[in-house]
Each structure stands twice: as structure tokens, then as C-alpha cells.
């Protein structure tokens, strides 16, 4: 297997959208440290995974609608991606474990069934969107596992209703969408910038004058999520064929950082926020060699 063939069965550039996930989640429950790195790196684990099982399940959907993926183009092999996933998989849960102990292992484990549970059976249902959502909201508290998980909690349901409006959006890559899907999924990401720029991060200082540190830096990250992702929907609006639809959802994945560095801001954490956010501008440059959708 070639290694530009793997990238694109795994669609590597999207997985700059993933550690974020887990920086967010580790800011919120107060435990942002050097385990954070390695609960990261089973998160892209997983996250792979994930890609190379989607396109294993979809092997011959993608034969008629997409023949250029690895598999049907014939540069991976089934059997070879299939073993892809699982190695990534067993990868991901056994990073965790080494990383965090029992606590990372009692969400790693459940973040590697919701995956696999969405590539084989819930991502063509209507439950699909959802099955996303949980994952990425999943992997929000993979980052927490080792601190105070409830913190994290409001950061995973905005990681994971973002997921939901591009995972909404995604059904329509091949044949188009409804405007009215767009325009769902639009209100929806308006509404999730608006409640990261309006939640304080931290309780305790709602009694204080000053606004919490990292305020001003979220409030900047979270606009220009909205900015990349809403200008992409807004297009999808006056034009639901596919290509405008592949050009929305690839800008909700690689806009997702700005959105977690936001959240990571919010938490208190501003410089780390701002570092996260800096895989939004990488992401995009690779995804013009590599499709991240």
C-alpha cells in the first residue's frame, strides 16, 4: 500500500480537526497537561480508523459513486483496509489506556464502538447524524477523562452539534441537498458560535467586574468559525448541487479548530486556544492535495 494511499483512505489532513477535540475537553475539566499529547494521539487513532472503516463499508457504494477512492480504484485493498481500521482502533484504545488509565479506557472504549457502530450501521440511517455527533462529543470527554468530566460536558455538546449540522450536510456530496437543510444546519451553527461567545467559561467568575482570561481570544476564534463554515453554507443556499456541498462540509471539518480553540479560550487557556485554532489555515492548505470529505 502506497502511503499516498493511505493518506487518502484515511483522509489524514482531516485529522488536524481531532486533537482539538481533546485540548477542549482537558481545559474545561482542568487537567490540560502532558497527557493531554497522548490522549490526542488515540484520538487520531480512532479517528482513522473510522475513515478506513467508512470507506471499507462503503467499498461498493463508492465503486458507482466514486471510483476514484483507494479501494475501488484499486490501490487498497479491502482485506488491507479493513486491517487498517482495526489496527488503528486497537492502537487508539491502547494509547488511551497508557495514557490515562481506567478512566481514558471507560471512554476510549465507548468512542470505538459509537465509530464502528456509525461506518457499519447507523451512518445511512436517520440516526446517522447523531451517531457523528456522539462520537466527536465522545472524544470532548476523552480529554476530560482524567479531571472533572462534568466541566466538560457543555464544550462536548458544541463539538458534537457542529458535527451533527456537517454530518447533516454530508449526505448530500454525491446527489446535492434540500435549501432548507442548508439553511437548517446554517441557523444551527449561528446558534452554536452565538452560546461559546456568550457562556462565560468559568463560574466563579460571574461575581467578578473582569471578564475571565481568555475571553476576548475565544470571542475572536469562535467568530471566524462561524465566518469559514457560514460563508461555505450560505453558498449551499442559492446552489445545493454537490460540489457546493463537498466545498460546505469540508469547510465545517477544517473550520472545526477554530471552534475548539474558542471553547479551549473559554476555558481559561487562551495561548492553547490559539494554537489549536492554527490547524484550521494547515488543514486547509492540505486538503487541497488531500480531500478531507
Excluded: F
Aim: charged share 15%.
Amino acid at each position: 500500500m502506497r502511503p499516498g494511499a493511505l493518506a487518502e483512505l484515511v483522509r489524514a489532513p482531516a485529522a488536524l480537526s481531532v486533537p482539538g477535540d481533546v485540548v477542549a475537553g482537558a481545559a474545561a475539566a482542568g487537567v490540560l497537561d502532558r497527557r493531554t499529547a497522548g490522549l490526542a494521539c488515540a484520538s487520531v487513532c480512532l479517528y482513522w480508523a473510522g475513515m478506513a472503516a467508512n470507506d471499507w463499508a462503503d467499498r461498493d457504494l463508492d465503486a458507482t459513486e466514486r471510483p476514484d477512492r483507494p479501494i475501488p480504484s484499486g490501490r487498497v485493498s479491502a482485506p488491507a483496509a479493513l486491517g487498517v481500521a482495526a489496527g488503528l482502533t486497537a492502537a487508539g484504545i491502547a494509547i488511551a489506556g497508557a495514557t490515562g488509565g481506567r478512566r481514558a479506557l471507560s471512554v476510549a472504549g465507548p468512542l470505538a464502538a459509537a465509530v464502528w457502530a456509525y461506518d457499519l450501521k447507523a451512518k445511512n440511517t436517520n440516526a446517522g447524524p447523531l451517531a457523528m455527533a456522539a462520537c466527536r462529543a465522545l472524544d470532548v470527554l476523552l480529554g476530560a477523562s482524567t479531571g472533572r468530566v462534568a466541566r466538560a460536558v457543555p464544550a462536548a455538546l458544541a463539538v458534537g452539534v457542529h458535527t451533527y449540522t456537517v454530518t447533516a450536510l454530508s449526505r448530500g456530496e454525491v446527489g446535492g441537498t434540500r435549501p432548507r437543510v442548508a439553511a437548517a444546519t446554517l441557523v444551527t451553527t449561528a446558534a452554536v458560535a452565538g452560546a461559546v461567545a456568550a457562556v462565560p467559561g468559568h463560574i466563579p467568575y460571574l461575581r467578578r467586574a473582569q471578564p475571565p482570561p481568555g475571553t476576548t481570544t475565544a470571542t475572536v476564534l469562535v467568530a471566524d468559525y462561524a465566518r469559514q463554515y457560514g460563508v461555505a453554507q450560505a453558498r449551499v443556499l442559492t446552489d445545493p448541487a454537490a460540489p457546493t456541498v463537498r466545498a460546505a462540509v469540508g469547510a465545517g471539518i477544517t473550520a472545526l479548530p477554530a471552534l475548539q480553540g474558542a471553547l479551549t479560550a473559554r476555558a481559561g487557556a487562551p495561548l492553547a486556544g490559539v494554537l489549536v485554532a492554527a490547524a484550521a489555515p494547515i488543514g486547509r492548505a492540505l486538503a487541497r492535495w488531500i480531500s478531507p470529505t
